[in-house]
């Protein structure tokens, strides 16, 4: 049966749905290339296709292309997946948690909130317990902030509107997310919760965007801010470790 246009159609709709069609065929949204195909001017493509990124449907690889992102592949249960990270992520977390004796977590991005989606808890009598489906606001957590970081600035912008009006918290939070880019990690000294110090790390999938973070959380009477550089060994093999599953997953799906 063939499907007829909609009686009143939504022009932005209907071209961010041909976009997500493109990406299916092709695997990858070029600016120029979508703007042609569609028949816009290449600012309006480029919209769309921050629209879609904002909404985690796509992703930016680093050769400035777009590549599908974790709802994308959410749709579909690709690799990048919520639920597909979860079966992969689970034993280097547990090696993590072995070799750092502490509680490890990974951790997605959610609008403008870090969602926690596994835990593996250490056996210290005084822990950091589980936060599984915790949300908490990204900018104030150590895996949320890596994975800010990992936005254009104008996008984070997007995702806090309640910022709009204080330019001096929005100067801070750049600055902020600056310094968490050019270290390779981020931390959390207290600012989400009293008592807990944590070290965050992102997990890059197979464009080189990050499509996930793992942390590292603590205690403060057990991790200072002299001993958090202790643990980026331990995050660095988990993440790339993680990673290289999921390259290795996509591979063999194809």
Same mark, same amino acid.
């Given at each position: 049966?063939?499907?007829?246009? /909609?009686?009143? /159609?939504?022009?932005?709709?209907?071209?961010a749905?041909?976009?997500?069609?493109?990406?299916?065929?092709?695997?990858?949204?070029?600016?120029? *290339?979508?703007?042609?195909?569609?028949?816009?001017?290449? $600012?309006?493509?480029?919209? =769309?296709?921050?629209?879609?990124?904002?909404? #985690?449907?796509v *992703?930016?690889?680093?050769?400035r292309t777009?590549?599908?992102?974790?709802?994308?592949?959410? =749709?579909?249960?690709?690799?990048?997946?919520a639920?597909?990270?979860?079966?992969?992520?689970?034993?280097?977390?547990?090696?993590?948690?072995?070799? @750092?004796?502490?509680?490890?977590?990974?951790? @997605? =991005?959610?609008?403008?909130?870090?969602?926690?989606?596994?835990?593996?808890?250490?056996?210290?009598?005084?822990?950091?317990?589980?936060?599984?489906?915790?949300?908490?606001?990204?900018?104030l957590?150590?895996?949320?902030k @890596?994975?800010?970081?990992?936005?254009?600035?104008? *996008?984070?912008?997007?995702?806090?509107?309640?910022?709009?009006?204080?330019?001096?918290?929005?100067?801070?939070?750049?600055?902020m997310? %600056?310094a968490?880019?050019?270290?390779?990690?981020?931390?959390?000294?207290?600012e989400s *919760?009293r008592?807990?110090?944590?070290? #965050?790390?992102?997990?890059? #999938?197979?464009?080189?965007?990050?499509?996930?973070?793992? %942390?590292?959380?603590?205690?403060?009477?057990?991790?200072?801010?002299?001993?958090?550089?202790?643990?980026?060994?331990?995050?660095?093999?988990?993440?790339?470790?993680?990673? $290289?599953?999921?390259?290795?997953?996509?591979?063999?799906?194809?």
């Amino acid at each position: 049966m063939e499907n007829r246009a /909609p009686p009143y /159609p939504i022009q932005s709709v209907d071209y961010a749905l041909q976009l997500l069609l493109i990406l299916k065929r092709d695997g990858v949204l070029r600016v120029s *290339e979508a703007a042609a195909e569609l028949g816009v001017a290449r $600012s309006t493509a480029h919209r =769309l296709i921050s629209m879609l990124r904002f909404r #985690g449907f796509v *992703e930016q690889a680093r050769d400035r292309t777009y590549r599908a992102g974790s709802a994308f592949a959410d =749709l579909g249960g690709g690799p990048n997946s919520a639920t597909a990270l979860l079966g992969i992520a689970r034993p280097h977390l547990a090696q993590l948690t072995e070799r @750092v004796g502490e509680t490890s977590n990974l951790v @997605v =991005l959610a609008g403008s909130d870090a969602q926690f989606i596994d835990t593996f808890e250490c056996k210290k009598a005084l822990r950091v317990g589980s936060r599984v489906g915790v949300r908490l606001p990204a900018r104030l957590t150590s895996g949320g902030k @890596v994975l800010l970081a990992d936005l254009p600035f104008e *996008e984070v912008a997007l995702l806090h509107p309640q910022l709009a009006d204080d330019p001096a918290a929005m100067s801070t939070m750049k600055r902020m997310l %600056s310094a968490v880019r050019r270290q390779g990690f981020g931390t959390n000294f207290q600012e989400s *919760e009293r008592g807990v110090v944590a070290v #965050g790390m992102a997990v890059r #999938g197979t464009t080189g965007a990050a499509i996930a973070a793992v %942390s590292i959380s603590a205690p403060t009477v057990r991790l200072n801010r002299g001993q958090i550089i202790n643990m980026i060994p331990g995050l660095t093999e988990a993440v790339d470790g993680i990673r $290289s599953a999921v390259i290795g997953q996509v591979a063999s799906s194809r």
